[in-house]
């Protein structure tokens, strides 16, 4: 257990709706980061958080965004679904911004029907 | 051409063998190098880290790094079922808050 939590594991949606998806970090790590699995893009970073502030990002499409909150819970908020949207969505962790090290959360299946 | 390339696989051995997987980069300026490991439906998680050339090694696993040739190996020795994943490189330029790019994977599979 890498001790990042991420909810929901599963979620089944139609297009052009909206979904959030919620990380809690590694108690004590500062920097939350946001990534994208599909079979054919590999894991592609989306945006990183350092204590509530946006540090980094990525291939962020503009229909998506995310903030990271006081008690360093992140969401992630995909709007206007689309087809091409399902993907395996992973939050991960570092202490101190130290992104080399990243620990992942089990990740949150997005279904787009 | 991608930043990381490396072979999907699958790499099918039997139990007992070494393994060889490995990622080349066209990014001179990458100077950490990772491999993560990928259960089915799981999060990846870290395996080994590396800075500059050279071997690392740790229990049954040997990180190498040859920058010279833009090019990175991570051998399992003595590989087991469980071993049985996919194995994803991935470097970064500088540590701090630079973003790391991701090979795709290989997936391993390891039989009894």
């Known amino acids: 257990d890498s001790g990042v939590t991420q909810t929901p594991k599963h979620l089944i949606t139609a297009t052009g709706q909206r979904v959030t998806l919620r990380c809690s970090p590694r108690?004590?790590?500062?920097?939350v980061y946001w990534y994208q699995q599909s079979l054919d893009q590999g894991l592609q970073f989306l945006i990183q958080?350092?204590?509530?502030?946006?540090?980094a990002k990525g291939n962020i499409l503009e229909r998506f965004s995310a903030q990271q909150f006081p008690d360093l819970h992140s969401e992630l908020n995909l709007s206007s679904l689309e087809l091409g949207d399902s993907a395996l969505y992973f939050c991960?962790?570092?202490?101190?911004?130290?992104?080399?090290?990243?620990?992942f959360g089990s990740g949150t299946q997005l279904s787009v029907l | 051409q991608k930043e990381v390339e490396q072979d999907p696989g699958p790499l099918s051995v039997p139990e007992g063998a070494i393994v060889s997987l490995n990622c080349t980069y066209s990014?001179?300026?990458?100077?950490?190098f990772m491999w993560y490991r990928q259960y089915s439906r799981k999060g990846p998680e870290l395996l080994m880290y590396?800075?500059?050339?050279g071997n690392k090694e740790d229990g049954r696993f040997t990180a190498q790094v040859d920058k010279s040739s833009k090019y990175i190996s991570l051998f399992i020795r003595d590989s087991q079922p469980s071993d049985s994943a996919t194995y994803l490189c991935a470097m970064n330029a500088r540590t701090g808050y630079s973003t790391l790019t991701f090979g795709k994977g290989t997936m391993l599979l390891v039989s009894p």
């Open positions: 991960a962790s570092s202490a101190s911004g130290l992104n080399e090290k990243l620990f």
């Open positions: 590396t800075y500059s050339s």
């Open positions: 990014n001179s300026a990458f100077q950490y």
């Open positions: 958080y350092y204590n509530g502030e946006e540090r």
């Open positions: 108690s004590g790590d500062l920097s």
